[in-house]
């Protein structure tokens, strides 16, 4: 197939997953990695672009979009005040160290082995989403010291093998530590920076021995970084709008049961082809 018609084709698919992701990631504040990877995931391949490292393409590329939609989140909490730097500073390192050590073991994963993690990982996420509940409490403050220098880098490191920002995993963990949900959402923005910066500069220089697609550089592919970005800043407005005209914790529920079969096709996949 000419490489302009498959262009064009998976411009099409891109656009799509940009609207849905962005009008998701409005209306229920989840962010875009838990839907990008799987629909990268199964658009590469429709595209005929599977090998033993579409995963790697997939996370590297969610992780790039990730950089600039959560600069601009943590900007637009900053000036409400929402974001807590304290957490945000103290917490940042360990969250690098995990995400560079994420990135190396990406690197060296075949994508049968990656989608299993991201299935066992979305699972878990799909069921806090689905049965979890506001209130639930571990301790009154966040964790310092060793706990804090154990959790930081599992945070960075789990979020770079499903290539999603902080949001999943950060704004749990600092709900269950006493934090207020909107200090919580803001500062895990924050997380999302400090995840996928350094994680994306690693995967640009990762060896990609299989066909990739038209403008990509190492683990990450420009086109679907591009549009995903683009159709994201348009769409993410009408999810917030819709957000305020309706009750938005009946559909995060739903979309809880809804990542739950999307974890459970993606594991499928892995052991089933």
Not at 147 to 155: A, D, I, T, Y
Not at 173 to 178: A, E, S
Not at 237 to 242: I, N, R
């Amino acid at each position: 197939m000419p490489e302009t018609v498959l262009l064009l084709q998976m411009t099409l698919l891109l656009l799509g997953i940009g609207a849905f992701a962005g009008v998701l990631a409005g209306l229920l504040g989840v962010g875009g990695g838990i839907v990008l990877v799987p629909a990268f995931f199964y658009a590469f391949q429709t595209l005929g672009y599977d090998g033993p490292q579409l995963m790697q393409m997939c996370l590297a590329t969610s992780l790039a979009t990730i950089i600039v939609t959560s600069v601009r989140s943590v900007h637009s909490h900053n000036k409400k005040g929402a974001v807590d730097w304290n957490i945000l500073r103290t917490w940042a390192p360990g969250i690098v160290v995990g995400a560079v050590i994420g990135m190396l073991v990406v690197a060296q994963l075949r994508s049968v082995t990656l989608q299993i993690i991201f299935g066992v990982l979305a699972l878990i996420v799909g069921l806090y989403m689905t049965f979890g509940r506001a209130d639930w409490r571990l301790a009154d403050a966040m964790p310092r010291g060793p706990l804090r220098m154990v959790l930081s880098p599992v945070l960075g490191f789990m979020s770079v093998l499903m290539g999603i920002g902080g949001g999943s995993f950060g704004v749990p963990v600092m709900t269950l530590f006493n934090t207020s949900i909107h200090r919580a959402v803001a500062t895990a923005a924050g997380f999302g920076v400090v995840i996928a910066v350094p994680a994306v500069v690693g995967f640009l220089f990762v060896d990609m021995a299989m066909a990739v697609p038209p403008l990509t550089i190492g683990a990450v592919n420009l086109v679907a970084f591009g549009i995903i970005i683009a159709m994201t800043l348009i769409t993410a407005p009408w999810g917030v709008k819709l957000a305020h005209a309706m009750d938005p914790k009946p559909l995060k529920r739903a979309f809880g049961v809804f990542l739950v079969l999307v974890a459970l096709n993606m594991m499928r996949k892995a052991f089933f082809g």
